[in-house]
């Protein structure tokens, strides 16, 4: 394998997806890598949301001409192209080679499971071979660009793995991961929504009989969905069913902070996240056993988009007393063009020596002055001067502010280069912030922590750079930090230390020496339904919109003023804001691609579910009329109706 560069994109190029909006699939990334002997270096990840502006970009690209033109411009950040590479993996028509997959290797297993495995288990090749790792990838299911027949074939969708001296041995998983999946789109709330949902409200269903769902592929097709569904119905009847007599007994009573339809939904939602607790806890304990090894010895490592499940991770750690947790900031599918490079090294030179070490990895935007002097900004600049942390501190306490410094961070959640902080000290920090973000109001704020203090503060805890982890409070500290609380006393905490992050290190050292608090709020730089954001003007442009009289800007400190002349009411359109190519050719191209007008509908479904294309041809005419009856039957039998319907209505 020859030293240079090497491209992998976990994009899907097809052109019928791009012309009807469908999605094949999500969090699209591209990411840059370097040999040099062996060592293997991580250069640059672009994930396509913060560039296009489409949160969780799923869009297909129109052709390869698209694709070569869209990477060969980020590339040029370095003066290189797809001509400087030495390979290009991940999505065919781009790839240069086909020798990089697990397709062949591991015929049994989804590839795209494999390179979520790979991700997490060889982001630091030091512990990869010189300790033991148990790592399991538990997501909705596998995309199927590069495994065509993954559904067809019925392959294990969900993978764990044991990594001894060295050795890798795959095994079949079960994934809590579709009971969240299905959730999402009969509430049509995001999953992380849900989440803290089920925390955010004191009512519970009492004495539910335990019941644990062991699904080892994914989709309606198995009926999976109608097992879960199924279930919920158990449950809703019962809330439905109960009255303040049943308090103490079916239910311990509505919280009268939230409606009846959030009461209903925190309810449900706490049964199936004690159930995603038992699968990962019966997943783990299979592993260890086959293993023969104990948790005090061994490194637990998760992906896959569950991961993003706090609370689990610090069960399984708690429990079982792991030696540690390795995983990445991109545990989702943001980070399939990481396992899909590590898997080529790992099967093209086997042993090398590679350590992602930090978050930081995105974009790098300066130019701070040429931004402020240009229009419209330029009459907003009130003043302009070096970072300061004991003038920063004041700040802090006179209320939030952006904060905006270096590369970005890359994977889905803001871990202090984009992000908004704020005075944890007093609850109303949480409320401006959601308003701010025009959330609902109950929605969590997360704390960074200096990671020397952590223990001090947080039963039980451990390092958590990537906020991967969910820990409770010390009883003594609660009342001095109430806006990082969810209301059971546990936050979703981000860890930092002072060689990693020195100006924001020290702004929050200056703070805990004034204070005696060593913890800021922080929550991502977006609006609703934006991705973070990327660039200065973007963060400008959210400041004066949302009213910030302080920005700060790679360790410069922007005070603004005259907000309400600012005349943009939106965020700004990112740079690939174009993405969509085929401009008034779309009725033709439309015609082409779904001659027999297939509803959206329809479409959707059929994209979500790869084996229908097995059973269905949108290009038959005889088939159309079947697809159509058929989606009809199970979106309304599973009641996920209201989620298709919002998605077909954009």
């Not at 790098?364 to 402020?372: A, M």
């Amino acid at each position: 394998m020859k030293d240079g560069y090497y491209l992998s994109a976990y994009i899907d190029i097809n052109t019928q997806a791009h012309i009807l909006d469908l999605e094949i699939r999500h969090d699209q990334n591209v990411s840059l890598w370097k040999k040099e002997g062996d060592h293997v270096q991580l250069i640059h990840y672009w994930e396509l949301e913060r560039l296009t502006g489409y949160k969780q970009h799923s869009t297909s690209f129109l052709d390869i001409d698209q694709a070569r033109r869209v990477i060969n411009s980020l590339l040029d950040t370095y003066q290189l192209s797809l001509n400087d590479m030495n390979e290009v993996w991940g999505s065919p028509g781009l790839d240069t080679v086909d020798d990089y997959h697990s397709v062949e290797d591991f015929p049994e297993y989804a590839y795209h499971s494999v390179a979520h495995l790979f991700s997490a288990i060889y982001s630091e090749t030091r512990l990869l071979q010189n300790d033991n790792i148990i790592g399991l990838a538990v997501d909705h299911g596998p995309d199927h660009v590069n495994d065509p027949n993954v559904y067809r074939d019925n392959k294990y969708c969900y993978i764990g793995c044991i990594v001894k001296n060295g050795q890798i041995e795959f095994y079949p998983l079960y994934s809590p991961a579709l009971l969240w999946a299905y959730c999402r789109l009969r509430y049509n709330l995001r999953e992380g929504t849900l989440m803290a949902l089920a925390s955010a409200s004191t009512s519970e269903l009492l004495d539910v009989e335990e019941e644990t769902f062991l699904f080892q592929t994914t989709g309606v097709l198995n009926n999976s969905y109608q097992v879960i569904s199924d279930y919920i119905d158990g449950l809703e009847k019962n809330i439905d069913q109960a009255t303040e007599q049943d308090i103490g007994i079916v239910f311990n009573g509505f919280d009268k902070a939230f409606d009846y339809q959030d009461n209903k939904i925190s309810m449900v939602m706490k049964e199936i996240q004690k159930m995603s607790i038992r699968i990962m806890d019966l997943n783990v304990k299979n592993l260890l056993e086959r293993s023969g090894i104990e948790g005090k010895d061994t490194y637990l490592s998760i992906t896959g988009g569950f991961a993003l499940n706090c609370p689990t991770n610090t069960y399984l750690m708690q429990k079982y007393n792991f030696k540690g947790f390795i995983s990445t900031p991109c545990v989702s599918d943001t980070g399939m063009s990481m396992g899909i490079a590590l898997y080529a090294f790992y099967k093209k030179i086997h042993t090398f020596h590679f350590s992602l070490g930090n978050s930081y990895y995105g974009n790098q935007h300066n130019g701070l002055l040429t931004v402020i002097e240009s229009e419209p900004y330029q009459k907003h600049i009130l003043s302009i001067s070096e970072f300061n942390p004991e003038e920063a501190v004041r700040d802090l306490i006179n209320g939030p502010f952006i904060w905006f410094y270096g590369r970005s961070e890359i994977g889905p959640r803001a871990l202090g280069n984009r992000s908004i902080i704020a005075d944890p000290r007093y609850n109303d920090a949480k409320t401006l912030l959601n308003q701010v973000k025009d959330r609902q109001w109950w929605r969590p704020v997360a704390p960074i922590i200096l990671e020397e203090h952590l223990k001090e503060w947080f039963d039980g805890s451990e390092k958590s750079p990537y906020m991967l982890h969910t820990y409770h409070i010390r009883e003594d500290k609660k009342n001095q930090v109430p806006a990082i609380l969810h209301l059971d006393n546990s936050a979703r905490i981000q860890t930092i230390k002072k060689d990693e992050k020195d100006l924001l290190y020290g702004l929050i050292e200056k703070f805990n020496e004034e204070t005696g608090v060593p913890i800021v709020c922080n929550t991502s730089l977006n609006d609703k339904g934006e991705p973070i954001i990327d660039r200065i003007e973007e963060a400008i442009n959210f400041a004066l919109r949302k009213n910030f009289k302080i920005i700060y800007v790679n360790g410069m400190r922007v005070e603004l003023h005259r907000h309400g002349e600012y005349e943009e009411n939106r965020p700004l359109p990112r740079p690939l804001r174009t993405f969509h190519s085929v401009g008034r050719m779309k009725e033709i191209y439309t015609k082409l691609y779904n001659p027999f007008n297939v509803s959206k509908r329809a479409l959707i479904f059929y994209y979500m579910l790869p084996d229908l294309m097995n059973r269905y041809d949108i290009m038959r005419k005889e088939d159309v009329q079947e697809l159509e009856n058929y989606a009809d039957d199970c979106i309304n039998k599973l009641r996920i109706a209201a989620f298709f319907d919002k998605i077909a209505g954009k």
